[in-house]
């Protein structure tokens, strides 16, 4: 038995001085959840962690400081405040991140996100009757990846993503779009690796700072709508406008 584990053991490191590849760890999540969304980034083009947040309707953006990171040995513990109602409570979301070791371009895994009422009361938490805390999570699904971030760089796309049809009755002659806000936006290169993204605003906007080259802009949706067509793109040493229609599916 030693003798086996010592031939796999060789063999291991024979592979692995013949490839010349080690793993990376990750430094963008993207999860998707029943109504959930979430993408997280480690550092973005600005030097700051990023998290946006997505159930149901509603959506949160969190930036630098806004984030908190705990290593425990379940991982990484990546928390935000999603509300705080003075004197009475606040609510907090805790996703947890194992530790990846990323060999090819992303890697799948699943997750648990937790969601903490936090009761108080205005005499402070030592008043409060019962739990302090109340928990509910949720499966998670998604993939890591390592993201290449150019902070610097004076070529960038940018454009306006939008959506149609609009909600309501549709008008006779007349076409309707809105914006696709707070969507992920992300530069594939040849090989299909993300080597940039962005978030969009509430008007749809992006602008994602990357080296000159041919691109395909991707929208990563959760579900199968809104459905966004993939538009290849040529970067000079400028900015490169895109305007990116996708279909909200709404009839």
Not at 106 to 111: D, E, I, L, R, S
Request: with cysteine; proline share 6%.
């Amino acid at each position: 038995m030693k003798g086996i584990m010592r031939c796999v053991f060789g063999l291991s490191l024979v592979a692995f001085f013949a490839t010349g590849e080690a793993a990376e760890s990750p430094n963008f999540y993207e999860l998707w959840g029943k109504h959930v969304r979430l993408s997280y980034s480690t550092r973005s083009l600005s030097g700051v962690p990023m998290l946006h947040y997505q159930n149901g309707k509603r959506s949160w953006d969190f930036k630098g400081d806004e984030i908190r990171v705990a290593s425990s040995e379940l991982g990484e513990e990546v928390s935000v405040t999603l509300q705080v109602v003075p004197d009475l409570q606040s609510v907090t979301l805790t996703v947890l991140i194992p530790g990846i070791n990323l060999v090819d371009s992303a890697a799948p895994f699943g997750t648990e996100a937790i969601t903490t009422l936090h009761r108080t009361s205005i005499g402070g938490p030592a008043l409060v009757k019962g739990p302090l805390q109340q928990y509910s999570s949720q499966t998670l699904h998604g993939q890591a990846r390592r993201v290449a971030f150019f902070g610097d760089e004076a070529s960038s796309v940018k454009g306006v993503a939008t959506q149609s049809p609009c909600p309501g009755p549709e008008v006779p002659g007349q076409s309707c779009s809105f914006p696709l806000a707070s969507a992920t936006v992300q530069l594939l290169d040849g090989n299909g690796k993300v080597v940039a993204w962005g978030l969009t605003d509430a008007l749809g906007a992006f602008n994602i700072p990357v080296k000159p080259g041919q691109y395909l802009v991707h929208v990563a949706v959760a579900g199968a709508l809104p459905r966004c067509a993939d538009t290849p793109v040529v970067v000079a040493k400028a900015s490169q406008y895109v305007a990116v229609s996708c279909d909200s599916g709404l009839r």
